[in-house]
């Protein structure tokens, strides 16, 4: 599967680490700020717009929370969304070629720490190795989630392949999550145990890690994520331990954040020397749980976590920088420098793929104060009093009425262009944690920690909250309430419900009903009297071609499949 075929090329790719002249990799990396350099590509990956052109159209347009103006074209968006496609597919591709050029990237880093003489530099530079190495390995993590998720078992690229091994046979789905809770449990260890800020602001602290494992165990856990042998009651019990940690402060050692003595071959002299570990960490070091528990928080008012001033908040896990400043003092835009920003595909403006909430999400606001900031109509006339005059947004496809408001930028805020990618907020893993409460046997803290959630919500409409600024909000928001204390099977569908609202449109939709094994149910209901498309006028059909048993996983480009002489297999039904 290692092929030239990945290694893509793009306009905003400004670092793409290979061997040059006589310099071998490992030797160019044993200078510290090369080693930075290393990360700062695996990060521009991230800012790409391949990468989040990708993240929405797999995460979000192919959901039932969207529509598209691509529905109705003809072409390979169209295709895809349609689940009219073949295995040349070219964002199916793109998809499997960006993950692995990540994955490269963070390989040549992640193979090259060791190599720097972090024990003759001071213990600032000791400690700078270990976090550049904890952030590339949680970002290599992210890639193979990424994979695992779209493709299923996929094929495993450690930092020390051979070069002489240009094909690797898929992985298995449970390997391929081994792999991922590997690197993120390592990176636990490493990373910063606070929040990035100022100049620093964009690198990925240990919240981060800490966050994408509890989800990646969730995913584990879930019906439907079709694994082998991992015993899915096992993982919400692992899920449990780390929300413990990270929730409730609770303290565990290193060797029960790695499962050291069930999962590791190498000793712990050889894993300290990998890791660059403090000498003195042993595996009955203690990892507090005081360092970690206050390290994000809600924002006070939602409507303010996807504003300028709310970027690099506390709420904020994993969030990729989109404007960056250098040496100099000058500004430098980093939002897709080839084709416009983020902001023209979920409000429906790109040529690429345009996103705009179906009328079945909407319906879940009701009551629901959250409603306004995350969606409105196309005239934007909510927003009038509030700024003065209508957003400059352009043209845009609206759907069945509505579009997207939450990532806008306001005439208030200045340009558009500069509004940062959130990966993974606070709010994520509180509904991440009441899922694990509930499906570990505790449905009444699980309701605690979705209220949490809501009472943030409900602050939108306090007498001094923004709303009341607004010309449109309804007097039934009022009637926004906390859930009420519920049996298991109440209380799972409150907190899908609360986490479906709270994430509606951040590309995550289609992989939250893939774990949930419910795919099948939503394509039918997106299949049934869908709104034609405007301004068009055309019929969709989204949903009416899903293949259920097939379409929940996608295909192995082909190009991959026939470059590797048939070693990579490819998926069931395709």
């Given at each position: 599967?290692?092929?030239?075929?990945?290694?893509?090329?793009?306009?905003?790719?400004?670092?793409?680490?290979?061997?040059?002249?006589?310099?071998?990799?490992?030797?160019?990396?044993?200078?510290?700020?090369?080693?930075?350099?290393?990360?700062?590509?695996?990060?521009?990956?991230?800012?790409?717009?391949?990468?989040?052109?990708?993240?929405?159209?797999?995460?979000?347009?192919?959901?039932?929370?969207?529509?598209?103006?691509?529905?109705?074209?003809?072409?390979?968006?169209?295709?895809?969304?349609?689940?009219?496609?073949?295995?040349?597919?070219?964002?199916?591709?793109?998809?499997?070629?960006?993950?692995?050029?990540?994955?490269?990237?963070?390989?040549?880093?992640?193979?090259?720490?060791?190599?720097?003489?972090?024990?003759?530099?001071?213990?600032?530079?000791?400690?700078?190795?270990?976090?550049?190495?904890?952030?590339?390995?949680?970002?290599?993590?992210?890639?193979?989630?990424?994979?695992?998720?779209?493709?299923?078992?996929?094929?495993?690229?450690?930092?020390?392949?051979?070069l002489e091994n240009k094909t690797v046979p898929r992985s298995s789905v449970d390997e391929i999550f081994a792999y991922i809770e590997k690197?993120?449990?390592?990176?636990?260890?490493?990373?910063?145990?606070?929040?990035?800020?100022?100049?620093?602001?964009?690198?990925?602290?240990?919240?981060?890690?800490?966050?994408?494992?509890?989800?990646?165990?969730?995913?584990?856990?879930?019906?439907?994520?079709?694994?082998?042998?991992?015993?899915?009651?096992?993982?919400?019990?692992?899920?449990?331990?780390?929300?413990?940690?990270?929730?409730?402060?609770?303290?565990?050692?290193?060797?029960?954040?790695?499962?050291?003595?069930?999962?590791?071959?190498?000793?712990?002299?050889?894993?300290?020397?990998?890791?660059?570990?403090?000498?003195?960490?042993?595996?009955?070091?203690?990892?507090?749980?005081?360092?970690?528990?206050?390290?994000?928080?809600?924002?006070?008012?939602?409507?303010?976590?996807?504003?300028?001033?709310?970027?690099?908040?506390?709420?904020?896990?994993?969030?990729?920088?989109?404007?960056?400043?250098?040496?100099?003092?000058?500004?430098?835009?980093?939002?897709?420098?080839?084709?416009?920003?983020?902001?023209?595909?979920?409000?429906?403006?790109?040529?690429?793929?345009?996103?705009?909430?179906?009328?079945?999400?909407?319906?879940?606001?009701?009551?629901?104060?959250?409603?306004?900031?995350?969606?409105?109509?196309?005239?934007?006339?909510?927003?009038?009093?509030?700024?003065?005059?209508?957003?400059?947004?352009?043209?845009?496809?609206?759907?069945?009425?509505?579009?997207?408001?939450?990532?806008?930028?306001?005439?208030?805020?200045?340009?558009?262009?500069?509004?940062?990618?959130?990966?993974?907020?606070?709010?994520?893993?509180?509904?991440?944690?009441?899922?694990?409460?509930?499906?570990?046997?505790?449905?009444?803290?699980?309701?605690?920690?979705?209220?949490?959630?809501?009472?943030?919500?409900?602050?939108?409409?306090?007498?001094?909250?923004?709303?009341?600024?607004?010309?449109?909000?309804?007097?039934?928001?009022?009637?926004?309430?906390?859930?009420?204390?519920?049996?298991?099977?109440?209380?799972?569908?409150?907190?899908?419900?609360?986490?479906?609202?709270?994430?509606?449109?951040?590309?995550?939709?289609?992989?939250?009903?893939?774990?949930?094994?419910?795919?099948?149910?939503?394509?039918?209901?997106l299949s049934n009297n869908p709104p034609v498309e405007q301004p068009s006028g055309k019929q969709r059909v989204r949903g009416r071609y899903?293949?259920?048993?097939?379409?929940?996983?996608?295909?192995?480009?082909?190009?991959?499949?026939?470059?590797?002489?048939?070693?990579?297999?490819?998926?069931?039904?395709?």
């Amino acid at each position: 599967m290692v092929s030239l075929g990945l290694f893509i090329s793009s306009c905003d790719d400004f670092f793409d680490a290979k061997q040059t002249g006589n310099i071998e990799a490992d030797e160019f990396y044993s200078n510290l700020n090369n080693l930075r350099i290393g990360m700062n590509g695996v990060y521009n990956l991230l800012q790409s717009q391949n990468y989040q052109i990708s993240e929405i159209m797999f995460g979000e347009a192919m959901s039932d929370d969207s529509w598209n103006l691509q529905d109705v074209e003809v072409n390979e968006a169209a295709q895809l969304v349609n689940f009219q496609f073949n295995t040349d597919n070219s964002h199916i591709l793109n998809r499997y070629q960006v993950n692995y050029l990540g994955i490269n990237k963070a390989n040549q880093v992640i193979r090259s720490a060791p190599f720097v003489k972090y024990r003759e530099n001071n213990k600032d530079s000791e400690r700078e190795i270990r976090e550049v190495l904890g952030q590339t390995k949680l970002i290599r993590a992210l890639f193979y989630f990424n994979l695992v998720k779209t493709f299923g078992g996929v094929s495993i690229q450690p930092e020390n392949v051979s070069l002489e091994n240009k094909t690797v046979p898929r992985s298995s789905v449970d390997e391929i999550f081994a792999y991922i809770e590997k690197d993120l449990r390592e990176s636990i260890l490493l990373l910063r145990r606070a929040k990035y800020t100022d100049a620093e602001a964009g690198q990925i602290a240990v919240g981060g890690a800490l966050g994408l494992l509890m989800k990646v165990l969730v995913y584990e856990a879930s019906p439907g994520i079709a694994t082998e042998k991992i015993d899915k009651e096992a993982k919400w019990q692992e899920a449990l331990e780390i929300g413990h940690l990270f929730l409730d402060g609770k303290d565990l050692t290193y060797s029960q954040i790695l499962k050291f003595d069930e999962r590791y071959t190498e000793s712990w002299e050889q894993l300290s020397e990998r890791l660059a570990l403090d000498p003195a960490s042993l595996p009955e070091t203690v990892f507090k749980g005081v360092d970690v528990v206050n390290l994000h928080q809600l924002e006070p008012l939602f409507n303010n976590v996807f504003k300028v001033a709310g970027e690099f908040s506390l709420e904020s896990l994993i969030e990729i920088n989109h404007y960056d400043f250098s040496a100099s003092g000058s500004s430098i835009d980093e939002s897709w420098p080839c084709a416009g920003s983020i902001i023209n595909a979920i409000g429906g403006s790109s040529t690429i793929i345009a996103v705009t909430p179906t009328s079945d999400l909407t319906s879940q606001f009701s009551n629901d104060p959250r409603s306004l900031f995350t969606y409105t109509g196309r005239s934007l006339n909510a927003y009038y009093t509030q700024e003065e005059s209508s957003p400059q947004i352009g043209w845009f496809n609206y759907g069945n009425g509505n579009i997207f408001v939450k990532f806008y930028t306001f005439p208030s805020e200045g340009g558009y262009k500069n509004r940062n990618y959130r990966i993974m907020r606070y709010s994520e893993v509180l509904l991440l944690y009441a899922e694990i409460l509930n499906e570990t046997g505790d449905s009444k803290r699980a309701i605690d920690f979705v209220n949490k959630v809501r009472t943030r919500a409900r602050k939108l409409i306090d007498e001094y909250g923004p709303s009341s600024t607004y010309k449109y909000i309804g007097t039934t928001h009022t009637q926004f309430k906390d859930q009420p204390y519920a049996p298991y099977d109440l209380t799972k569908d409150a907190i899908l419900k609360e986490k479906r609202v709270e994430m509606a449109g951040e590309f995550d939709r289609w992989f939250e009903m893939a774990r949930l094994g419910i795919l099948p149910e939503r394509m039918a209901a997106l299949s049934n009297n869908p709104p034609v498309e405007q301004p068009s006028g055309k019929q969709r059909v989204r949903g009416r071609y899903f293949r259920k048993g097939v379409n929940e996983i996608f295909p192995i480009p082909q190009k991959e499949v026939l470059i590797s002489n048939g070693v990579i297999k490819q998926n069931f039904g395709y």
